[in-house]
């Protein structure tokens, strides 16, 4: 099934809405998190109790993303969200406009915190976890190029872990485009920047391995707490340095980690794709012997 057959199915599926009263229907908590182009909520529904998160797009900011693709098409973020199914993917319920006009998408709400967030704290609950973590972050990535689609934003920020952070979910389809030739040339330069694949900073043509490289860099992230070039910038300048210096070796922070997930990881974050892990079923299939993360 191709991307627009693909999308013809979940919008048979009734994704679509009609103009939503927002308050009519649901309660939204007080505090929003604000992201790149939206604001989140979580929302309960008045008539079922059921709870979602609502994600409120900024029109303005919205529009310049879509501008970058004038003439091809480019389907919403809550069409795509619908035409990926994944138990390890956060579902599009449906998605529209608000009565005052606002783009929003409502999906299903995750009780639990963002990988970024444990990472910074340097949580030691989720270390038992880190390893299957690791593969659920791998596996749902892989179903995301399946449906024929590039993340384009994968980062420990959007993928959040249930609540005992024994699995997680990827989110936010807001920078994803479809995996197909007019959409891969050089200037989309979005994402983020301590993720960003060189060929994005370099603007050169781009495929769907600029999220094995922005994988790369989060599964070292997660086992280690560190990121692989040492950097706590956050603006572009840190993508720079991803194809001027190397990583530092994973093994400088884990020493007895497993060879073949240090091999893994290290593949993920080549500087030229043709060097780079060339699809998440590949590092699946590269670790699959390994059972634990430090070898014995």
């Not at 992201?35 to 409120?56: D, N, R, W």
């Not at 303005?60 to 973020?77: H, I, Q, T």
């Not at 007019?182 to 920047?193: A, I, M, S």
């Not at 593949?267 to 030229?272: F, K, P």
Request: a positive charge; one cysteine or more.
């Amino acid at each position: 099934m191709g991307i627009i057959d693909k999308l013809k199915f979940a919008l048979s599926r009734s994704g679509v809405a009609g103009r939503l009263d927002v308050a009519g229907r649901f309660s939204l908590d007080r505090h929003a998190y604000t992201g790149t182009m939206s604001k989140f909520h979580v929302a309960t529904e008045h008539e079922s109790g059921s709870v979602y998160g609502i994600k409120l797009l900024d029109k303005e900011k919205a529009k310049l993303f879509r501008d970058r693709f004038k003439g091809l098409n480019k389907p919403s973020e809550g069409e795509i969200g619908r035409a990926i199914e994944h138990p390890l993917i956060a579902r599009t319920h449906e998605f529209g406009h608000t009565t005052n006009g606002i783009e929003y998408i409502l999906m299903e709400y995750i009780d639990g915190p963002g990988v970024n967030v444990l990472v910074k704290q340097r949580n030691q609950n989720f270390m038992p976890f880190r390893l299957e973590l690791i593969r659920q972050m791998a596996t749902s990535l892989q179903a995301v190029h399946d449906a024929g689609f590039i993340h384009r934003d994968v980062c420990p920020r959007n993928y959040i872990c249930a609540d005992n952070l024994e699995s997680l979910k990827l989110i936010d389809f807001g920078l994803t485009i479809p995996n197909e030739a007019p959409y891969r040339l050089p200037g989309n330069r979005t994402g983020t920047p301590q993720y960003m694949a060189p060929e994005i900073v370099r603007r050169r043509k781009t495929n769907h391995q600029v999220d094995l490289f922005a994988f790369g860099v989060t599964a070292y992230r997660v086992l280690t707490f560190e990121h692989p070039w040492g950097t706590t910038d956050t603006t572009g300048m840190a993508a720079l340095a991803h194809d001027t210096r190397s990583f530092t070796d994973i093994r400088v922070h884990r020493p007895n980690l497993h060879p073949k997930l240090v091999s893994a990881i290290h593949d993920c974050l080549a500087v030229m794709p043709e060097n780079r892990m060339d699809s998440c079923s590949r590092f699946l299939s590269r670790i699959r012997s390994v059972k634990q993360e430090d070898e014995v």
